[in-house]
């Protein structure tokens, strides 16, 4: 009650500014004047019992006349549930003017008549409180279970029983004329179907009322206890004028006004809520058995009995409800616990049972399949489109490889964009055809309006009994083969027992990568180029250690290739770039700048995103672009020389310099390099090795120097490692040297020492 007469802090949405004013101010006059009166109601502050023509007049009824105004104001201020309001209102205001008529005119009639125009009046409330009731349930109450409709009839039921009792025992001492009881007996009659519907109510709401229905609640409940008080002190001959008595039907009043002041309602939630939405109808259950007990000892009357039985068998059948409801709630459970929300077909849990059963059931000569699939390159539509294409893309794809289980197959989403299928006694062979059947109905374009979607699915399989005979152990191999589909872009791999540990390390490799590259274990080394002409440094070839904590130092070749298969060289060259300019911006501030050569990889060169990166941390260290030198291989060139060319040209723009490395490996011409953006040309270590001993040999080297500067490049000797080759690769006209016989790659510190030690170096520095 307190909570809404007293002022809200901000205006509720369903009111305009002015209409909350009003009715605050019509709040605080009511309240001063129902206290009031209420005051003058105990006993002792009126001095003398009996009727006072201005309080139990003119005070009492001016806040009835204030409730009443109250809620006509809220009819007239919200449209929302006006209907109800309107009805209540009239309620309330029937019950104003019987009181008023009372005052003013009945009671001093002798005798009273029965019923008088005020009894009429007061009768009359009761209907258009019951339909402004059953209104109010009705905006609030969706359809509730069928238990919860038995806890509201066994909770009705119950109260019923009790209260005919107590009306039976009322009547039982009442004396006067038949009209007189009738009229009386009207009274708790009407509260009692009030609250028989307001309990029914409140069990559909699962005993958690709204404020509002609490306020009606309250209201009612007020006026039968004031009624029935009433009924006991007229049958006793004890009713006196001007008691709290009085102030209890006036209160009943102003509590149904101040429902009128709580927003308008909204449709309740029903849902589980435990033990304790069985406390009321337990309750009532319990007093409809305590009553029958009580009538096998002493004669009650039939309607109690007759309403505490019924009460009963419908807390039987609650019980029973109940029962089955918690089964099916299981169920349920149980089958939710196994599908996948966003596609209905089964989940993992599922699949890794279907597995466990079907391995047990495997007898001899007994084969089947378990197939994972993974959509490529899904992240880019989730990215691109919304997360909401993605799931209708991957709704649509559960539906597509529906078509191609059969009944004793069990397909599931396994999370993500993963799904798997246990293709039931399948041979390799078929297992094998049914993947190329789902990719390809995979492959055919999926349109979401009006948006055409391509996408695609890299499938592993692997057979049991074949390479594995467990389930954890089938579902590895059929995603580690699914990796090496993915990777390999061979759409569809059949796991082989023979790769298992070489699949197994490279995967645990990967793993280990991926921390390598956060945890900061790689490491730079640095290997000296040096002008073969003044045989002073050049600069330095940047290459990539991996620091591993069990293995130690590992070198590229046993991990860069890797890092390109599972997509990791975007990272690592960002590492190694921030390494290796790190050092180059360290040098240049102790006043050694040294030009630094970096490697990238094929899927370095795809990326266009690379220049740009390039360059801004170039920037960001303050080192001019031409510092810097990216080596890339001639064969990694020719993937894609377009693409190649674009980032290439670039990278140029930007003043970084780049190099042809491995240069006479692959297939390139140098015809086809000429339109290629290349500054230098990087001589494979193969041509140097035989320099010496193979005359072929050193005709190629010559004839390279020749073309490569007759293209304006720059010719760079790799793998010097004598001093004969050294001083053959001088004598061809190479313009720069590179090999162990120079120095072998180093830590920066060691090549610090190696400059200061070596700072003019003569042609043939020591190794
Ligand atoms: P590369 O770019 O041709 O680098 C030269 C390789 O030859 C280095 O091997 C170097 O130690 C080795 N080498 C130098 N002088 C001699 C010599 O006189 N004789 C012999 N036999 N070898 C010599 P490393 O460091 O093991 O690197 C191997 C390859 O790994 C590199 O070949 C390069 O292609 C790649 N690599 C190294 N670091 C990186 C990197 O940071 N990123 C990328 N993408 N690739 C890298
Ligand atoms: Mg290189
Ligand atoms: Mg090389």
């Given at each position: 009650m307190d909570n809404c007469l007293a002022a809200a802090p901000q205006r509720p949405a369903w009111l305009t500014a002015r209409g909350e004013r009003t009715l605050r101010w019509l709040r605080r006059s009511l309240i001063v004047a129902l206290l009031a009166y209420t005051a003058t109601t105990v006993?002792?502050?009126?001095?003398?019992a009996g009727y006072n023509a201005v309080l139990d007049g003119w005070l009492q009824n001016a806040v009835l006349i204030a409730a009443t105004l109250l809620m006509f104001l809220r009819v007239c201020l919200v449209r929302r549930d006006r209907l109800q309001w309107v009805l209540l209102g009239i309620g309330v205001g029937l019950y104003t003017a019987g009181d008023t008529i009372y005052f003013a005119?009945?009671?001093?009639?002798?005798?009273?008549?029965?019923?008088s125009i005020a009894d009429v009046l007061w009768l009359a409330v009761y209907p258009f409180l019951y339909a402004g009731l059953v209104i109010a349930c009705r905006h609030r109450?969706?359809?509730?279970?069928r238990t919860v409709w038995l806890d509201s009839v066994v909770a009705a039921l119950g109260m019923s029983a009790v209260a005919a009792m107590a009306i039976s025992v009322i009547l039982h001492h009442t004396n006067g004329s038949t009209r007189q009881i009738l009229t009386t007996i009207s009274y708790p009659i009407g509260d009692l179907l009030l609250l028989v519907l307001v309990v029914g109510a409140y069990g559909l709401l699962e005993w958690r009322p709204d404020r509002m229905l609490s306020y009606l609640g309250i209201g009612i409940a007020l006026f039968a206890a004031a009624d029935t008080i009433f009924l006991l002190r007229l049958s006793t001959g004890t009713y006196v004028v001007g008691t709290p008595l009085d102030a209890t039907w006036v209160w009943a009043c102003v509590v149904i006004a101040c429902a009128?002041?709580?927003?308008p309602a909204r449709k309740a939630s029903m849902g589980f809520h435990g033990w304790t939405i069985l406390i009321v109808p337990t309750m009532f259950a319990l007093s409809s058995l305590g009553l029958l007990v009580y009538g096998s000892i002493r004669r009650l009357p039939l309607l109690t009995v007759g309403l505490a039985t019924v009460a009963l068998v419908c807390a039987i059948l609650r019980a029973g409800a109940t029962f089955r409801e918690v089964q099916q709630l299981a169920r349920t459970r149980d089958i939710q616990a196994r599908t996948?929300?966003?596609?209905g077909l089964g989940n993992r849990r599922l699949f890794h049972e279907a597995l466990l059963r079907r391995i047990d059931a495997l007898s001899a000569g007994d084969r089947f399949a378990v197939m994972f699939l993974d959509l490529d390159h899904f992240k880019e539509v989730n990215d691109s489109l919304g997360h909401s294409f993605g799931d209708r893309l991957l709704v649509d794809i559960g539906q597509r490889l529906t078509?191609?289980?059969?009944?004793t197959d069990v397909l599931v989403r396994?999370?993500?964009?993963e799904f798997a299928v246990?293709?039931?006694?399948?041979s390799r062979t078929s297992a094998e055809q049914i993947a190329h059947r789902l990719r390809a109905d995979i492959q055919r374009s999926f349109v979401f309006d009006g948006i055409t979607i391509h996408t695609d699915v890299s499938v592993g399989i692997a057979m049991c009994p074949d390479v594995a005979t467990t389930a954890d152990g089938l579902m590895q191999r059929a995603d580690l083969a699914m990796y090496e589909a993915k990777v390999d872009r061979r759409g569809c791999v059949v796991y082989s027992a023979v790769d298992h540990d070489d699949l197994t390390s490279r995967m645990r490799l990967i793993q280990e990568l991926r921390t390598a590259l956060t945890d900061g274990q790689l490491v730079m080394h640095y290997q000296p180029k040096i002008d073969?002409?003044?045989?002073?440094?050049?600069g330095v070839e940047a290459l990539v250690r991996w620091d591993h904590p069990d293995l130690g130092l590992l070198f590229p070749d046993s991990f860069i290739p890797e890092a390109e298969r599972y997509g990791l060289m975007r990272a690592l060259t960002t590492s190694v770039l921030t390494l290796a300019l790190d050092q180059a911006r360290e040098w240049q501030t102790a006043g050694t700048p040294t030009t630094m050569a970096i490697n990238i990889s094929a899927s370095n060169l795809l990326d266009v995103e690379l220049p740009e990166q390039i360059d801004t941390m170039l920037r960001i260290r303050g080192l001019?672009?031409?510092?810097l030198t990216v080596e890339v291989t001639e064969s990694t060139l020719m993937i894609d020389p377009l693409r190649a060319t674009t980032v290439l040209n670039a990278l140029r723009k930007t003043g970084v310099r780049v190099s042809v490395d491995?240069?006479?490996?692959?297939?390139?011409s140098l015809a086809r390099l000429?339109?290629?953006?290349?500054?230098?040309l990087k001589l494979d270590r193969s041509f140097i090795a035989h320099i010496d001993d193979d005359k072929r040999f050193a005709a190629i080297v010559t004839s390279t120097v020749e073309l490569a500067h007759a293209l304006g490049l720059t010719l760079v000797a790799e793998g010097i490692e004598t001093v004969e080759a050294l001083q053959r690769v001088s004598d061809f006209g190479c313009d720069i040297g590179q090999g162990y016989h120079i120095s072998r790659p180093m830590p920066a510190e060691e090549l610090t020492e190696w400059l200061r030690r070596s700072?003019?170096?003569?042609?043939q520095p020591a190794a």
């Amino acid at each position: 009650m307190d909570n809404c007469l007293a002022a809200a802090p901000q205006r509720p949405a369903w009111l305009t500014a002015r209409g909350e004013r009003t009715l605050r101010w019509l709040r605080r006059s009511l309240i001063v004047a129902l206290l009031a009166y209420t005051a003058t109601t105990v006993p002792g502050v009126r001095g003398e019992a009996g009727y006072n023509a201005v309080l139990d007049g003119w005070l009492q009824n001016a806040v009835l006349i204030a409730a009443t105004l109250l809620m006509f104001l809220r009819v007239c201020l919200v449209r929302r549930d006006r209907l109800q309001w309107v009805l209540l209102g009239i309620g309330v205001g029937l019950y104003t003017a019987g009181d008023t008529i009372y005052f003013a005119w009945v009671q001093f009639q002798t005798p009273l008549p029965y019923p008088s125009i005020a009894d009429v009046l007061w009768l009359a409330v009761y209907p258009f409180l019951y339909a402004g009731l059953v209104i109010a349930c009705r905006h609030r109450i969706d359809m509730p279970r069928r238990t919860v409709w038995l806890d509201s009839v066994v909770a009705a039921l119950g109260m019923s029983a009790v209260a005919a009792m107590a009306i039976s025992v009322i009547l039982h001492h009442t004396n006067g004329s038949t009209r007189q009881i009738l009229t009386t007996i009207s009274y708790p009659i009407g509260d009692l179907l009030l609250l028989v519907l307001v309990v029914g109510a409140y069990g559909l709401l699962e005993w958690r009322p709204d404020r509002m229905l609490s306020y009606l609640g309250i209201g009612i409940a007020l006026f039968a206890a004031a009624d029935t008080i009433f009924l006991l002190r007229l049958s006793t001959g004890t009713y006196v004028v001007g008691t709290p008595l009085d102030a209890t039907w006036v209160w009943a009043c102003v509590v149904i006004a101040c429902a009128a002041l709580r927003p308008p309602a909204r449709k309740a939630s029903m849902g589980f809520h435990g033990w304790t939405i069985l406390i009321v109808p337990t309750m009532f259950a319990l007093s409809s058995l305590g009553l029958l007990v009580y009538g096998s000892i002493r004669r009650l009357p039939l309607l109690t009995v007759g309403l505490a039985t019924v009460a009963l068998v419908c807390a039987i059948l609650r019980a029973g409800a109940t029962f089955r409801e918690v089964q099916q709630l299981a169920r349920t459970r149980d089958i939710q616990a196994r599908t996948d929300a966003l596609t209905g077909l089964g989940n993992r849990r599922l699949f890794h049972e279907a597995l466990l059963r079907r391995i047990d059931a495997l007898s001899a000569g007994d084969r089947f399949a378990v197939m994972f699939l993974d959509l490529d390159h899904f992240k880019e539509v989730n990215d691109s489109l919304g997360h909401s294409f993605g799931d209708r893309l991957l709704v649509d794809i559960g539906q597509r490889l529906t078509q191609h289980v059969r009944g004793t197959d069990v397909l599931v989403r396994l999370g993500g964009d993963e799904f798997a299928v246990l293709l039931d006694h399948s041979s390799r062979t078929s297992a094998e055809q049914i993947a190329h059947r789902l990719r390809a109905d995979i492959q055919r374009s999926f349109v979401f309006d009006g948006i055409t979607i391509h996408t695609d699915v890299s499938v592993g399989i692997a057979m049991c009994p074949d390479v594995a005979t467990t389930a954890d152990g089938l579902m590895q191999r059929a995603d580690l083969a699914m990796y090496e589909a993915k990777v390999d872009r061979r759409g569809c791999v059949v796991y082989s027992a023979v790769d298992h540990d070489d699949l197994t390390s490279r995967m645990r490799l990967i793993q280990e990568l991926r921390t390598a590259l956060t945890d900061g274990q790689l490491v730079m080394h640095y290997q000296p180029k040096i002008d073969l002409q003044s045989g002073r440094l050049e600069g330095v070839e940047a290459l990539v250690r991996w620091d591993h904590p069990d293995l130690g130092l590992l070198f590229p070749d046993s991990f860069i290739p890797e890092a390109e298969r599972y997509g990791l060289m975007r990272a690592l060259t960002t590492s190694v770039l921030t390494l290796a300019l790190d050092q180059a911006r360290e040098w240049q501030t102790a006043g050694t700048p040294t030009t630094m050569a970096i490697n990238i990889s094929a899927s370095n060169l795809l990326d266009v995103e690379l220049p740009e990166q390039i360059d801004t941390m170039l920037r960001i260290r303050g080192l001019e672009a031409n510092l810097l030198t990216v080596e890339v291989t001639e064969s990694t060139l020719m993937i894609d020389p377009l693409r190649a060319t674009t980032v290439l040209n670039a990278l140029r723009k930007t003043g970084v310099r780049v190099s042809v490395d491995d240069y006479g490996t692959g297939y390139s011409s140098l015809a086809r390099l000429r339109d290629l953006p290349v500054d230098e040309l990087k001589l494979d270590r193969s041509f140097i090795a035989h320099i010496d001993d193979d005359k072929r040999f050193a005709a190629i080297v010559t004839s390279t120097v020749e073309l490569a500067h007759a293209l304006g490049l720059t010719l760079v000797a790799e793998g010097i490692e004598t001093v004969e080759a050294l001083q053959r690769v001088s004598d061809f006209g190479c313009d720069i040297g590179q090999g162990y016989h120079i120095s072998r790659p180093m830590p920066a510190e060691e090549l610090t020492e190696w400059l200061r030690r070596s700072a003019v170096p003569d042609s043939q520095p020591a190794a």
